[in-house]
């Protein structure tokens, strides 16, 4: 069973915090991804990283590729309410069919507080 | 805004009814998807749609009929549900590449099976 644990599943912090979610595998990706889901809302895309030790950075937001793409992490510097929702990783297996079927992580639901 | 429009946005039924969610995308996408969601938790694919054709059904009851008319639109037939099928359900297209496989979700229509 291919399994991508994403790890903390809850976080609550102070705004102006730094905080990091983390998303590991024993299997290597073909590429992984980051979403962002809002109360009432679909999963909205962040990135996708596909090279080993690939750094990418959205704003306040930045994503890493492990070296052998296996893991995953996200960097969030200086939370501000509106970085509240649910966070998920999902990888694309090496091997994987044409679908590009996902592996979701378990999600990571974050707080951050005025 | 989204991308991908998902319709009814809520939906209330009763465990006899007969119902349906469509989903429509125009970003020339050759795969569609649908997922179940739980509060606070990652989606779980339910079926997926490569070209107009049911490449992968992940073992779903027969009360949920997926159809797929054209390459824009995806719809999920329901009928003799159960109060536990109450959920979040989220249609997603892909351009279906093999390496990324990245998804663009619709806003989800809420299920409610009383």
């Known amino acids: 069973t291919q399994l991508l644990e994403q790890s903390p599943q809850f976080l609550s912090i102070q705004e102006g915090e730094n905080l990091t979610v983390y998303c590991n595998s024993s299997s290597v990706f073909s590429s992984l991804q980051w979403y962002r889901q809002e109360p009432g809302e679909g999963p909205v895309l962040l990135v996708t990283v596909v090279t080993g030790g690939e750094v990418k950075k959205l704003k306040r937001l930045t994503f890493q590729f492990g070296d052998a793409r296996k893991d995953s992490s996200l960097h969030i510097t200086a939370a501000q309410p509106g970085d509240t929702g649910l966070y998920l990783c999902?990888?694309?297996?090496?091997?994987?069919?044409?679908?590009?079927?996902?592996?979701f992580g378990q999600g990571t639901t974050l707080q951050v507080k005025p | 805004d989204t991308e991908v429009t998902q319709t009814p946005k809520h939906l209330v039924m009763g465990m006899t009814n007969k119902k349906s969610l469509k989903c429509e995308q125009h970003?020339?996408?050759?795969?569609m998807y649908w997922y179940k969601q739980k509060a606070k938790k990652p989606p779980e694919l339910m079926f997926v749609?490569?070209?107009?054709?049911?490449?992968i059904n992940e073992s779903v009851p027969s009360r949920f009929s997926p159809e797929c008319p054209n390459s824009s639109l995806l719809n999920l037939h329901l009928h003799a549900l159960q109060p536990e099928d109450s959920a979040l359900y989220l249609c997603a297209s892909s351009q279906g590449d093999r390496v990324t496989g990245e998804l663009f979700f619709g806003e989800g229509s809420r299920l409610t099976v009383l």
């Open positions: 749609y490569s070209y107009e054709k049911l490449s």
């Open positions: 999902a990888g694309v297996y090496s091997g994987s069919g044409n679908t590009g079927k996902l592996i």
């Open positions: 970003m020339g996408h050759r795969a």
